[in-house]
């Protein structure tokens, strides 16, 4: 099976999952992006946006996202994109611990699949879920390469956060600027 076609398989148990929606026949968000993206990014939940469209980070942040990606050269086509949970959570509320333990396998099973060299936290709910209580909050850490069981991580402000505050923008841009340097380190090009 190719990884295209694993991904395609995991989609489909999230569209298969009925614990896992809010509302009857909701629309599954599964996350996109290339299957062998060297960087993945995780967010928290999709929108209304996302919701709509099944597609995740097509929104406000998505535009700011993917200006950032811009910023180090990449397109959202070059990266993959997913949140930790699948569907779009009722009022836009945060997810409940037993939300994120139903369909965390999934996300797992998507990084099993790319195997990226970095993944990147989108804000502090997708960190919490990888790293648990690391004694340390986002804002400590933000922009800090950061190995776990033999993966890297990069905590980053969320985009959503950063949308109508001009400080916490700069600093997702100084951070994001920070990618290139961090992949090399990773993984040498030579
Ligand atoms: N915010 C998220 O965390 N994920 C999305 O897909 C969109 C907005």
Redesign the pocket.
Known sequence: MTKEEALAEVAKRIAACERCKYVPNQNP?PGEGNPDAEIMFI?????A??NETGR????A??KFLEEMLNSIGLEREDVF?A?IIKYQPPGNRDPEPDEIALQLPFLKKQIAIIQPKLICF??RHSMGAFLGDIGKTISQIHGQLIEKDGQQYLPLY???AALYNGGMRQTLLDDFSKIPEYMDEIAPSD
């Open positions: 968000v967010g928290e939940a999709p929108g946006k996302e995740p980070f097509v929104g942040a998505g994109i949140n989108l804000g969320h985009p959503a």
